[in-house]
């Protein structure tokens, strides 16, 4: 089934994406996650009905007033302006289908001891299929694990996805606590 957004205004029905579904049982019960980019709360939907506090961040005013019912959002241009989180630390930071390669060093500042970055975007191929094309808004392969030093890669993906057609690339890695991995392996192996 394709990640998908309801295209009513209401927003009430919205699918995360089938990444961070996979991956949200890595974040800590009744943390907190920040949706970076977030939209219509789409994951932050999905992490509130999981008992999270959801965060969200979006410059669109129609996204950030549909946002709003899930959880905490602020209306800022990520982008053109300061980072609104400077000091904060979440114990996941997920982003989707965005890519503003300045950004990382706050996202990953942004990722609290035993947090998780939740990451997927589109990658270079996809111009072949559809949007975004243009070359800034791809990532190039294996640039993701590039722009995550310091964090413990827990999974991995570089390739293209059918239904909808699209190449991306998509990670999982966590802010480590401490050189003990039995947590961390009983955690990977807990159902969805």
Known sequence: ?????????????????????????????????????????????WFAGRGHTAIGVDRAPEAVEAARQFGEVVSADIENGPWPFAGRRFDAVVVTNYLWRPLFPHLLDSVAPGGVLIYETFAIGNESVGRPARPE??????????????LRVIAYEDGYLPEPARFVQRIVARRETSPSTEVFRAQLCAPV
């Open 1 to 45: 089934m394709p990640d998908t957004i309801s295209p009513s205004p209401s927003h009430s029905v919205l699918s995360a994406s089938a990444w961070v579904r996979r991956w949200s049982h890595l974040v800590p019960p009744s943390g907190n996650v920040l949706d970076v980019a977030c939209g219509a709360g789409r994951h932050m939907q």
């Open 137 to 150: 808004f791809l990532l190039q392969p294996g640039e993701l694990l590039t722009l995550c030093p310091g």
